[in-house]
């Protein structure tokens, strides 16, 4: 015979009462509905016709060895796209195809860059050059970054009424900014943690002022990425996929580490590279 102490109870849990005006008007956050997988990219090639592509092939394989190389001994390569004709420049265009990661560097010529679909080769180009470049990161973006396009006003940026928690954050900021050196940890501040209002959030705009690269990482959600005018200071704020802010902080280190290829991304992009090159030929 079973034990009544064993039987669960009733009338208890979920669903077990009726719903109240209140509990029939709940809305729930909508669950992301889709997942990026990776599938290989085959370019395609018809449109180009006889045309002679060995100068493209060439190059390619020339990035895909490089890639391989940076992957290991770090360091950046460069390939120079100027001297190609129009059809090999399409074919290398349709193989490096868009990937996640772009940035805008606001120098003279403002460069344009542009990750392709394999993480760490990158397409640069501006006024003056059209290159391919494979690195972590692009030398472009941690050359000048922080040369102000609007000037860093510190402590005497004007204070409004409602500034109240963001004066320490600036000292803090300018303390770790002078104190940087490649070795040293990185350093982050995580508003989205601490207590601020509105006025505290626009007074440290001013008070760090905009740098000259602006990043933007495309995965599940958007990640913002944006140098400030006071040294080795970074704006990183991350979006979810309904472009709600739901990660604010600064970062003072070099470059965040969110916009860089990691050395096993770099060594994969070799290996698929190569992949779609003997796929194409």
């Not at 360091?75 to 190609?84: E, I, N, P, S």
């Not at 080769?121 to 973006?141: F, G």
């Not at 600036?170 to 207590?195: G, M, R, Y």
Request: aromatic share 6%; glycine share 6%; charged share 20%.
């Amino acid at each position: 015979m079973t034990n009544p102490f064993m039987l669960p109870p009733t009338g208890f849990g979920p669903g077990s009462q009726p719903l109240d005006h209140q509990d029939e008007a709940l809305e729930y956050m909508p669950l992301p509905q889709d997942m990026r997988t990776y599938s290989p990219r085959i370019p395609e090639i018809e449109d180009l016709g006889d045309a002679d592509l060995t100068a493209a092939f060439a190059l390619l394989e020339l990035v895909a060895k490089a890639a391989e190389e940076v992957s290991v001994h770090g360091g950046t390569r460069q390939f120079d796209l100027a001297g190609l004709d129009a059809a090999n420049r399409a074919l290398i265009a349709e193989t490096m195809g868009s990937g996640e990661v772009s940035a805008k560097v606001r120098a003279i010529p403002a460069i344009a860059v542009q990750e392709s679909v394999f993480a760490g080769i990158w397409t640069l180009k501006s006024a003056k050059s059209d290159v391919i470049e494979v690195a972590a990161i692009p030398a472009c973006i941690t050359d000048a970054p922080f040369a102000p396009v609007r000037k860093a006003l510190g402590k005497d940026a004007p204070r409004a009424p409602g500034v109240v928690n963001a004066p320490p954050l600036q000292i803090e900021l300018a303390d770790k900014s002078a104190a940087f050196t490649p070795e040293a940890e990185l350093h982050v501040i995580n508003l989205s943690l601490l207590p601020h209002t509105e006025e505290d959030l626009v007074w440290l705009d001013q008070a760090v002022g905009e740098g000259a690269v602006t990043i933007l990482s495309r995965g599940y959600g958007n990640c913002r990425v944006t140098a400030t005018a006071v040294p080795h200071v970074w704006r990183v704020q991350f979006f979810n996929s309904q472009d709600t802010l739901i990660l604010d902080t600064f970062e003072v280190t070099k470059v965040p580490e969110v916009a860089c290829a990691a050395p096993e991304d770099l060594s994969d992009s070799a290996k698929r590279l190569v992949n779609v090159l003997e796929a194409i030929r």
